[in-house]
């Protein structure tokens, strides 16, 4: 059977949903295995969850860095989107951050989206079209499911009076912890799959 052009683009954006998937369910995969070992340490403070978190936003922020200098007609979008990787990068370090600088502490990284959006008021035009595309794109649907996932699944189901209600003050910290880092490490993957995606079916594409 012989497909048309936008039939292949079709079926090869389904292809890539799926191996997303079987990436996301390996990478859970991952996370179970890590429990196993460091127990009731894996999501501590500067434990080995928070660092793939850290390594995520990092590794996202550098690959949409790199698509807006490889891209000028998409830099504008490429350079905020990395400004908020970054951004989130400094919130995973506030415990380091905080005892490194007085005042700011990891508020120091709201300078990146400052700078980003002073590029795009420069770039009026082109950050406008960049926009509208990405409004459209796969790249952006898999960004705002990571923040579903963050946001209201992560920080309001995990919040504290909700989990306290539901199983009492005993094991609250424990769960809480649990349900709040899981669903950040899941949406920061998710991120970093949105920055590989955004190449494909974005830049690539034009």
């Known amino acids: 059977m012989s497909l ?3 039939e292949k683009a079709v ?3 389904g292809i890539r949903s799926f191996m997303y998937l079987l990436l996301a369910m390996c990478f859970i995969g991952l996370i179970h295995h890590l429990a196993s070992i460091y127990k009731a340490h894996t999501f501590a403070e500067n434990s080995v969850v928070e660092n793939i978190q850290l ?6 922020g550098t690959i949409f860095l790199t698509e807006g200098i490889c891209a000028k007609a998409w830099r504008p979008l490429m350079f905020f989107l990395a400004s908020l990787c970054f951004l989130a990068s400094c919130r995973e370090l506030d415990k380091t951050l905080d005892e490194l600088i007085y005042g700011l ?5 709201y300078v990146f989206p400052l700078i980003a959006a002073e590029y795009a008021i420069k770039h009026k035009d082109t950050a406008r079209k960049n926009l509208f595309a990405f409004i459209g794109s796969s790249s952006f649907y898999m960004m705002f499911c990571a923040l579903i ?3 209201p699944i992560g920080q309001c ?3 504290r009076p909700l989990v306290v209600n539901v199983i009492g003050e005993s094991q609250m910290a424990q769960v809480k912890e649990l349900f709040e880092e899981c669903c950040e490490v899941m949406g920061y993957f998710l991120i970093l799959l949105a920055s590989i995606e955004s190449c494909i079916s974005l830049i690539r594409k034009k």
């Not at 390594?55 to 996202?60: E, F, I, M, N, R």
């Not at 502490?105 to 990284?109: A, K, N, Q, T, Y």
Request: charged share 15%; proline share 0%; hydrophobic share 50%.
């Open 105 to 109: 502490r990891w508020r120091i990284g």
């Open 4 to 6: 048309n052009e936008n």
């Open 157 to 159: 189901i995990g919040h």
């Open 55 to 60: 390594g995520l936003l990092l590794c996202a």
């Open 149 to 151: 996932i963050i946001f």
């Open 11 to 13: 079926l090869w954006s």
